[in-house]
């Protein structure tokens, strides 16, 4: 085995097997057993993960430590006895959520669910407007995130728009991808890097089939540096721990609003005083907006 342990990054994981990349090598590896003593509250070792770990003579390894998260996108366990919290992807960079300017139409609630999800969990969101090759203005249904502070990348993976940017965009950096079927993501991967996409579907799919599939999860290698990795199932993360009254902390077009409410209780549904009505009424918050966190505060999907 070696003497001095390696530092690595967990690129793959499976029922308790985890894929270090060490530079150019892959190990497979698992926990060392001191790591699992006691109850855990989360998982202690996940895709994204920053390892140390130990090479065995027969090539296998041995997760000696795992480094410190600077954050990850969790979900809580949906068994019932608990509280348990899966990491679907640690230190993430940023998610980028992928949506069709048309076929399908975009659904902008789910959207701007992702985007309450993105905020809560503190992962910087970008936004790809694809198939801008059939409407005529784009800007017109995504614009309005845009002042929000959320970069939007409009791309079309038949005439090539948007393709660099796109690249250029995920290089260096652990991304976390989402979107809805049918918004073309394979074919957006597949243009910026060849058979990309058709990889990333593979997985997609077995993560999609169920809590019977044996659940692989997997950081793919970008050209020029950086990891990518599918993560279904934003919709269902839910927001299993924030209460309704904290919704409007998740808006950013809201947030810096309450402060300035007559009341600190303030629904901004109602309420006499209520900078959020006033700058709605203004104009300054998007009517689709404020009616998105109007359904997430009631709890709606």
Known sequence: MTETPL???IVKAQSGFFTVETGETLVVCQLRGRLK???????????????????????????????????????????PQGKYQQVLLANTDQAVF??????????????????????????PAVIVANKIDLVKNPEEIFGMYEPLGYRVIYTS??????????????????????????????????AMQPRLGLAVNEVSAALNKGKHTTVVRELFALEGG?????????????????????????????????????????????????????????????PERYDSYLRLRAGEE
């Open 157 to 190: 993976a038949k005439n090539g728009s948007g393709i660099a940017a796109l690249k250029s965009n995920l290089t260096g950096k652990i991304s976390a991808l989402a979107g809805p079927s049918g918004a073309g993501k394979s074919s957006l991967l597949n």
């Open 37 to 79: 003593q006691g109850r855990a509250s989360g998982d202690i070792a996940a895709l994204g993960d920053h390892v140390r770990i130990t090479v065995l003579t027969d090539g296998s390894g041995v997760i000696e430590e795992v480094g410190e998260r600077k954050q990850a996108i969790v979900r809580l366990d949906p068994r």
């Open 226 to 286: 950086g990891y990518l990795a599918d993560t279904p199932g934003w919709k269902s993360l839910a927001l299993w721990d924030t209460h309704p009254e904290e919704i409007d902390a998740y808006f950013p077009e809201l947030a810096p609003l309450v402060a300035e409410c007559q009341f600190s209780d303030c629904s901004h549904i109602h309420e006499p005083g209520c900078a959020v009505l006033t700058a709605l009424k203004a104009g300054t918050v998007h």
């Open 98 to 123: 992928v949506f069709a300017c048309a076929q399908p139409n975009p659904k902008l609630r789910m959207l701007d669910r992702f985007l309450v999800i993105a905020e809560k969990q503190r992962v």
């Open 7 to 9: 530092a690595g990054l």
